[in-house]
């Protein structure tokens, strides 16, 4: 069954890039289906990050645009965020999820298990 | 930018009772391009329903969703012990893909 898996650093400090991969079993990244990033600050509900396609075409969620990069490696089937210039509001678990077809009608229907990123010095 | 809003923000129910969640969006959601999850504590949240009224596999058919433009409802027919949980909607037609602030559905 496909699977993701989330990775990366717990901790950041202040003003630094929080990047996290997300490496992906059962599918291939390069499928008609969008990679995408979700958190979810403690205690609090899910925010939308951003997206990626195999083809390299990526969408943002423009709270985070200027700071923010998803990029996708066909080689390794894997694709990666990166958050720069942090503060303690990006405190969040990460989620990377498949939001099946090329169309985005099906939803997000596999998740990986999020990583806890703390922004902190 | 698409804004769900979503109510009640909790709903007191006790096992056996329907329940039913609403998801309001500030404007209408292309081809009812809306889902439905439920998160339990600690986990990651899971896919219930897509295309409005679509059940994902596997999820039993006391859920079911309805609704167009930009109202929309997901409704449990009888819950179960397992369906206490927060869920949350999210509309997929256009970017950013917004989620609803969630509802909690708690025993009561």
């Known amino acids: 069954q496909v699977q993701l898996q989330e990775s990366g650093p717990g901790l950041v400090k202040p003003s630094g890039t929080l990047s996290l991969t997300c490496v992906v079993s059962?599918?291939?990244?390069?499928?008609?289906?969008?990679w995408s990033w979700v958190r979810q600050p403690p205690g609090k509900g899910l925010e939308w990050i951003g997206e990626t396609y195999h083809t390299g075409s990526t969408n943002y969620n423009p709270s985070l645009k200027s700071r923010l990069i998803i990029s996708v490696d066909k080689s390794k089937n894997q694709f990666s965020l990166e958050l720069t210039s942090v503060t303690a509001a990006d405190t969040a678990v990460y989620y990377c999820?498949?939001?099946?077809?090329?169309?985005?009608?099906?939803?997000?229907?596999?998740w990986g298990q999020g990583t806890t990123v703390t922004v902190s010095s | 930018e698409i804004v769900l809003t979503q109510s009640p923000g909790t709903l007191s129910l006790s096992p056996g009772e329907r329940a039913t969640l609403s998801c309001r969006a500030s404007?209408?959601?292309?081809?009812?391009?809306l889902a439905w999850y439920q998160q339990k504590p600690g986990q990651a949240p899971r896919l219930l329903m897509y295309g409005a009224s679509s059940r994902a596999t596997g999820i039993p058919d006391r859920f079911s969703g309805s609704g167009s433009g930009t109202d929309f409802t997901l409704t449990i027919s009888r819950l179960e012990p397992e369906d206490f949980a927060v869920y949350y909607c999210q509309q997929c037609g256009s970017s950013p893909r917004t989620f609803g602030q969630g509802t909690k559905v708690e025993i009561k």
């Open positions: 059962g599918d291939s990244i390069s499928s008609s289906n969008w």
């Open positions: 999820a498949r939001a099946r077809g090329a169309f985005h009608y099906y939803g997000m229907d596999v």
């Open positions: 404007q209408s959601v292309s081809s009812s391009y």
